[in-house]
């Protein structure tokens, strides 16, 4: 294992190479979605002043943890953060601004929902410097979209990345798929269109059926029919690599597709092992402080960490992480990204005799500097992996 004084300053390497992100959770959306795992709130009403205040306070506050910094991506999650007024943008982008310098090409992405978009609001987010939106469309079949509680239709979906389009030269969307009675059939051709719509990204999910979602109380109470088997699963996975790469659009990730050069800077920032700070409601973050790289948690609950900030701050938790827990990190994010992890990153930890055996087998590859899943491994990722590091 490293020493200390080795470790501190390979961590301190490692931010300033992989980027420095800002991460802003917006917990709140117009219904909650009965697949949605995320933390996520309905509300009758949203106090904008309180919260653009509260979130720009919080800003300031990890800027003094920080010290200077120049940030490489921001990213507005949720929730839906475009339900957010453009001065509460504004007044987190101000923040951000104050207490840290912007990269020349640094990316602001906003998640937005097709209910949510409006031509007026999406030019002030525009001015105000974000430069990418990431839509949840989730699926282009309207029957879909209400089974999956979807507040808009296929029309609206359609018109809504047309106003995007407009003010940005970045807009991505979601899809989600392997949803109830979807044959491989319709996939394709769902597929297909959103490919022709697509400007350079697409987040393509396969639909997972989480605890303590209303879809995870259906299926066992035996209300949720239709679901693919696991073979379908697999073959909709399979066809989704096939037609994304033929379409110049390959998986850069498990579940992200882009053109080359139009990858997420903020996901890879995550996937990579560079630092982000974590702000709003259930926000978590990883930050290098004096050479000790800690994990962080917000309050989940909007009301708890509102409180929580006015107090002072509204992380929760903070927990060191030792060259282990480091380690098993960029084991289980870096293994994700077709360019795979460093292998410097992981040395600690692998158990080279399974390494061999997985290279051997075609489920992994290796050069002299770097690991990762091949095509035949990606779909078996988490098994992988365990089988990766030493237990």
Same mark, same amino acid.
């Given at each position: ?209 989480? @605890? ?5 109380? =259906?299926? /066992?109470? &035996? !209300? %949720?029919?239709?679901?693919?088997? *696991?073979? #379908? ?95 098993? @990190? ?5 293994? =994700?990204? /077709?360019? &795979? !992890? %460093?292998?410097?990153?992981?040395? *600690?930890? #692998? ?41």
């Amino acid at each position: 294992m490293r020493s200390a004084n080795s470790l501190q300053d390979a961590l301190t390497e490692l931010w300033q190479d992989r980027g420095f992100g800002l991460y802003i959770h917006w917990p709140f959306c117009a219904a909650k979605c009965p697949y949605c795992d995320f933390n996520s709130h309905v509300r009758a009403e949203i106090d904008q002043t309180l919260w653009a205040k509260a979130l720009a306070k919080e800003i300031r506050r990890t800027g003094q943890d920080t010290g200077p910094r120049v940030l490489s991506s921001i990213f507005f999650g949720g929730g839906t953060p475009s339900l957010m007024e453009p001065a509460t943008v504004q007044a987190v982008l101000e923040a951000a601004r104050e207490v840290w310098s912007f990269a020349n090409d640094i990316e602001i992405t906003l998640e937005a929902n097709p209910t949510s978009v409006d031509a007026h609001r999406f030019e002030d987010y525009a001015r105000l410097g974000v430069n990418r939106v990431s839509m949840g469309v989730q699926a282009l079949n309207d029957t879909d979209l209400k089974r999956l509680g979807r507040l808009h239709s296929v029309d609206e979906a359609r018109a809504a990345f047309a106003v995007a389009r407009e003010f940005f030269d970045r807009v991505s969307f979601d899809l989600i798929y392997a949803r109830q009675n979807q044959s491989l059939d319709d996939w394709r051709a769902e597929l297909s269109e959103a490919l022709n719509l697509a400007i350079d990204h697409l987040s393509l999910y396969q639909l997972t059926i989480e @605890e303590g979602t209303t879809f995870w109380d =259906r299926a /066992a109470r &035996g !209300l %949720l029919k239709g679901l693919p088997s *696991d073979d #379908l699963g697999a073959d909709m996975y399979e066809l989704t690599q096939a037609l994304c790469e033929n379409d110049g659009m390959p998986a850069y990730e498990v579940s992200n597709h882009a053109r080359p050069g139009a990858e997420s800077k903020h996901n890879l920032l995550y996937w990579c092992g560079g630092d982000y700070a974590g702000v709003g409601p259930g926000a978590h973050g990883r930050l290098t402080l004096s050479g000790q790289r800690i994990a962080t948690r917000c309050w989940k609950q909007p009301e708890a960490w509102i409180k929580a900030v006015d107090s002072g701050s509204g992380i929760k938790d903070i927990e060191p992480l030792n060259a282990q827990d480091i380690a098993d @990190e960029r084991m289980i994010m870096g293994m =994700r990204i /077709a360019e &795979g !992890l %460093l292998i410097d990153d992981v040395t *600690d930890i #692998l158990d080279w005799t399974r390494v061999a055996e997985l290279k051997s087998d075609g489920y992994i590859w290796q050069t002299e500097d770097r690991l990762g899943a091949t095509a035949k491994g990606r779909p078996l990722l988490n098994h992988i992996i365990s089988q990766c590091a030493r237990a």
